[in-house]
Structures are given as structure tokens and as C-alpha cells.
């Protein structure tokens, strides 16, 4: 079972509002929520890192009409339980799947982001019999040496909070103009990146560091559409014209935004993944 120092001391009662939690095989308690009638198609969305599973608000009153919607906090993320130690691809994704053994769902569509489409891709590749459609949004399917994983670990656990983490966090996901406009996202998601554990970030950040998924992601035989940034200083253009050159038969759709694009351009994320999720088998 987990050790009680992994779950938070004083849990964000509007944090935990609304939501239910499934206890994992290793002892991990992990949030989740469901919007949209049971008899639809099932959908999980999976957040980028620093985030928690309200980052897809915008989206849900719209995908809630044709879907059962799962959404979830990553473990050491939002209200989910903050394992010490570092985080796995394989771990993140095993979550994922006793979510829906948990919640009785065979098969879903998966639309991940930034982080999320690492999990997504692992999903895709050694649980395929899960994945109907794969949504894989700014992200990269590897992003970068340890060496620079392994300093921003050791700099975000010596530091005594989150706010210079988060600043540079914003700074990377929206325009410089966004953000020195401080409207209600940024202050949304600046009170998320402040309410991360310090640990949990550190721990998620490995599992990107361990991640190459680089040669196995042409495996996924799943319907696949890459959705990428044109201005994305995190997981770059690059990034997912290989990815999307890799995975037999997938689509690129690039819209205008940096990193968070189901932000930045929410009507226009939304008309991808609705037109791609609705479409008549090939």
C-alpha cells in the first residue's frame, strides 16, 4: 500500500469537488471524473504535466454530447496521490488502464496531451486491444537528452515553491502576449502549476526523461491524429511531423498555436477531434 506521506496533508476541498477515486495496484489513489450518458463511446483525455484533468473545461460541454468523457489527474498531479520517487511511461499508462478496468470500459478513444501523448502512445502500443481512436496533441514521442531532465528535476526539488517553475511554464505554453495579458486561463493555469507538487512534477518529468518511443511508435495501429503547434517551444512542429511519419496512416493537423493549443484555439482543437472521432471507419 502507498506510504500516508504520498497523499496531501490538507487536500483543496474545491480540488476535490465532484470527483472519484480508484486505488491502484501499488497502492496510489487517483482522481478521476466522468461527464456524458453511459451509453456513448467511451473518451479519456490525459493532461499535459502541471496541469490537472480541469484543463480540459473548455472542452467538455461540447464532447460530453457524443461521448462519456473520463478524465483523470495524474498521480503526483491535482487531487491524485504524490508516490515519492521517479514516475514511469509504463506506470502512467498501467493507471490509465486500471482506470478503465475499474470504470468497466473495454474500449475508448484517447486524446492526450503534452504528457498525456506519451501515455496515449504507450497505450497504443502495448495495450492496442484498448485504443479505438488516438488523439495525440503537442507532444513528442521522445523530447530530449536526460542530462536536461535531470538538472530541471534536481533546480524544481531544491527550490522552496512553484512560482518561478510556473512563470517559465506559462511562459512556454501561450504567447508572451497572453500571458502579460493575465486574462481568466492564465490565472487559471497559474493556480494549477502553483498547487503541483514540487515531487510529483519531478516525478513526471522522469518519466518523459525515460521515454523513447521513437522506433515502437510504428506499432500503433490505431486511427491516429497528430495535432501540433506551429510556435510550440516545448514539443515542437518537428516533433510531431515525426511522429505522424512514423505511425502507419496518421494525420498532422497543425494549427497556429505554442503549446497548450486546446487553449489557445479551443474551437479549432475542437473541430479536429470531433471531425476525426466522428468519422466513418475506413
Do not use: C
Not at 493532461?47 to 460541454?61: A, K, V, Y
Not at 491535482?78 to 493507471?95: E, H, N
Not at 526539488?157 to 500571458?179: C, R
Amino acid at each position: 500500500m502507498a506510504n500516508a506521506s504520498a497523499r496531501p496533508a490538507t487536500p483543496d476541498l474545491e480540488e476535490t469537488a465532484g470527483l472519484s477515486f480508484l486505488t491502484t495496484g501499488d497502492g496510489v489513489r487517483i482522481a478521476y471524473t466522468i461527464d456524458g450518458p453511459d451509453d456513448r463511446p467511451a473518451l479519456v483525455l490525459s493532461n499535459s504535466i502541471g496541469t490537472t484533468l480541469h484543463m480540459w473545461d473548455l472542452q467538455i460541454p461540447e464532447l460530453s454530447k457524443h461521448f462519456r468523457v473520463v478524465r483523470y489527474d495524474f498521480r503526483g498531479h491535482g487531487a491524485s496521490d504524490v508516490p515519492p520517487g521517479a514516475y514511469s511511461d509504463g506506470r502512467l499508462g498501467r493507471d490509465v488502464l486500471e482506470l478503465m478496468d475499474w470504470l468497466g470500459i473495454e474500449r475508448a478513444h484517447f486524446l492526450g496531451l503534452s504528457l498525456g501523448g506519451f501515455v496515449g502512445q504507450w497505450l497504443a502500443i502495448h495495450a492496442p486491444e484498448r485504443v479505438e481512436r488516438l488523439i495525440l496533441s503537442n507532444t513528442a514521442a521522445y523530447l530530449g537528452s536526460a542530462a536536461y531532465f535531470d538538472k530541471a528535476i534536481a533546480a524544481v526539488l531544491a527550490a522552496p515553491d512553484m512560482t518561478e517553475t510556473a512563470e517559465t511554464f506559462l511562459g512556454n505554453w501561450f504567447p508572451k502576449a497572453m500571458v502579460e495579458a493575465n486574462g481568466p486561463a492564465i490565472q487559471a493555469f497559474r493556480k494549477m502549476l502553483l498547487n503541483t507538487s514540487r515531487q510529483g512534477l519531478a516525478g513526471n518529468w522522469a518519466a518523459v526523461r525515460d521515454a523513447d518511443l521513437r522506433r515502437t511508435i510504428a506499432l500503433i495501429a490505431a486511427p491516429t491524429l497528430v495535432i501540433a503547434g506551429e510556435f510550440d517551444t516545448v514539443t515542437s512542429l518537428g516533433k510531431s511531423q515525426e511522429i505522424a511519419a512514423t505511425i502507419p496512416g496518421a494525420r498532422l493537423k497543425v494549427l497556429p498555436a505554442v503549446h497548450l493549443s486546446n487553449i489557445e484555439f479551443s474551437q479549432e482543437f475542437m473541430a479536429e477531434v470531433l471531425s476525426f472521432l466522428q468519422a466513418a471507419p475506413a
